[in-house]
Every structure is written in structure tokens, then in C-alpha cells.
């Protein structure tokens, strides 16, 4: 399993619009129910967003397929205050009740 973690910061007139664009995104997920992937988002107060992904094997993220996540991803360097952190492959450390179990 590959397990991903992105992170960074939205400017504050552009987190309406992140967050719907983001709820697009999880309302294609559910559509197609993509097998073999996890995925949530976080939103902290003040403007940073955490990104975590889980794909099964080490197949293409269908996570990146989606229609949806083209439309956010095309313009999220201009709503950022601060760019996203290069996305990091991470290890869980300790675990308990959020993830597989």
C-alpha cells in the first residue's frame, strides 16, 4: 500500500472555492467507487489543507482520473498562500481506529 500526504495553505478569499472543488471531488469518488483507494482531507482553521491518500499496489492513483480532481488541481497554485509541500510517500507510526481497522 502507498500511502501519500500533501499539505499546504489556502489564501482566505479562495477557501469557499477550494472546498467545493474538493467536494466535487469526493462526490465522483463515491460515484464511481473506485477499488483500492482511501482518501480524506483535512481543513485547519486557518487555511491549511492535509491531504491523505492510500492506493492499494503500486498502480496510478484513480484518484487522479477523475474529472473533478483535474478541475481542482488546474488552479489550486493560485489559490495557495503557500504552494503545496512536495507530495511524501509517509509511514503510519502509530494507528488507532482511523486507518484499516
Known amino acids: 500500500m502507498k500511502m501519500t500526504v500533501v499539505r499546504y495553505r489556502i489564501k482566505p478569499d479562495c477557501r469557499d472555492e477550494n472546498t467545493r472543488l474538493l467536494q466535487s471531488v469526493f462526490k465522483e469518488l463515491q460515484e464511481k467507487a473506485p477499488d483500492g483507494v482511501s482518501y480524506v482531507t483535512l481543513q485547519s482553521g486557518d487555511g491549511w489543507y492535509t491531504h491523505f491518500t492510500t492506493v492499494d499496489g503500486d498502480g496510478v492513483n484513480p484518484i487522479t ?8 488541481v488546474a488552479g489550486v497554485k493560485e489559490r495557495c498562500a ?16 482511523m486507518i484499516g481497522g
Open 82 to 97: 503557500e504552494p503545496p509541500h512536495q507530495a511524501n510517500d509517509v509511514t503510519i507510526v502509530g494507528n488507532y481506529r
Open 65 to 72: 482520473l477523475l474529472d473533478s480532481f483535474k478541475a481542482y
